[in-house]
């Protein structure tokens, strides 16, 4: 039998974002104000993913509002499921008084790389994408990510770097990026033909057991759950952050919406810990 939250989140994945905000969100979401000027900056300035003249409908599986980068004010945190494998499955919204709804260059793509499916679509087979490296120079360097984000600033499109490589692809509108150094590769191949990005299954945010003192971010995928520490946002969209990957505690089956980092036990609650 369909929970009310599992029932919600099917309603998420299939409607069109024309239809998301208006009737699926609860009512409390509906009502509040970031979660609208989201709507209309998606609608209007910087939908996720525009190839040629082809706008693959938005689809949401969740969205908190939250502290994330413990600066003092909230950001959106968006749960996509994306139509194309080089595309990041959680993204950042600033939102401001003075300047609206901007997103963060740097989106995250949490979990290791996948076998390909064959349930994305994929931008090298539209003649969008491509794979590149950059002879004696490593992705690993800071300034190779931001000379080739500068460089294409004003055309936009999406990067992905990877550790001795990077995918490119054309897609419409402002620029994208996804950092995947350090996370191991199927092949010695430069290219990102033969996998894909994991599936997210739930994004939760709050306090570990050991450090109340700031958020961390929670991205549940396999058997494992990606922490991530943001300290903060560069002017380039750019996340300064911390990743550990921990192991689900048994019979994990979720965090508990709206309570942050806690989650169901056979006695109780608990919350997320690092220590395994």
């Known amino acids: 039998m369909l929970t009310a939250l599992m029932k919600r989140r099917l309603i ?30 998606i609608l209007e300035k910087d939908y996720p993913e525009v190839f040629g003249d082809t706008h693959y409908h938005v689809r949401v599986e969740d969205i908190l509002e939250v502290d994330i980068d413990n600066d003092g004010m909230k950001e959106l945190v968006v749960q996509f499921y994306p139509h194309f494998r080089q595309s990041a499955s959680v993204v950042l919204y600033k939102v401001s008084s003075e300047s609206g709804v901007t997103r963060v260059t740097e989106g995250l793509a949490p979990g290791p790389l996948q076998k390909v499916s064959g349930d994305y679509l994929d931008s090298h087979k539209i003649g969008s994408g491509g794979d590149f490296y950059i002879g004696g120079a490593s992705t690993t360097s800071g300034d190779a990510v931001k000379g080739i984000l500068s460089a294409i600033a004003n055309t936009g499109g999406a990067v992905v770097a990877y550790d001795d490589f990077y995918h490119l692809d054309g897609r419409k509108g402002n620029v994208w990026y996804v950092d995947m150094r350090g996370v191991k590769l199927p092949s010695h191949a430069r290219d990102c033909s033969s996998f894909e990005f994991s599936k997210v299954r739930q994004i939760a945010a709050g306090h570990l057991r050991e450090d109340s003192s700031k958020n961390y971010l929670a991205a549940w995928v396999g058997q494992e759950i990606y922490v991530y520490l943001i300290r ?25 919406p709206g309570q942050g980092l806690t989650y169901k036990t056979a006695s109780g609650t608990a919350l997320l810990t690092l220590r395994n």
Do not use: T
């Not at 009737?23 to 900056?41: D, I, R, T």
């Not at 560069?234 to 979720?254: I, M, Q, T």
């Open 12 to 41: 998420l994945l299939l409607l069109p974002v024309s239809l998301l905000y208006s009737s699926s969100l609860p009512p409390q979401a509906e009502e509040h104000s970031s979660v609208e000027a989201l709507k209309k900056y």
């Open 232 to 256: 903060g946002v560069s002017n380039r969209g750019l996340l300064d952050k911390e990743l550990w990957v921990v192991k689900a505690p048994a019979y994990f089956n979720g965090f508990i």
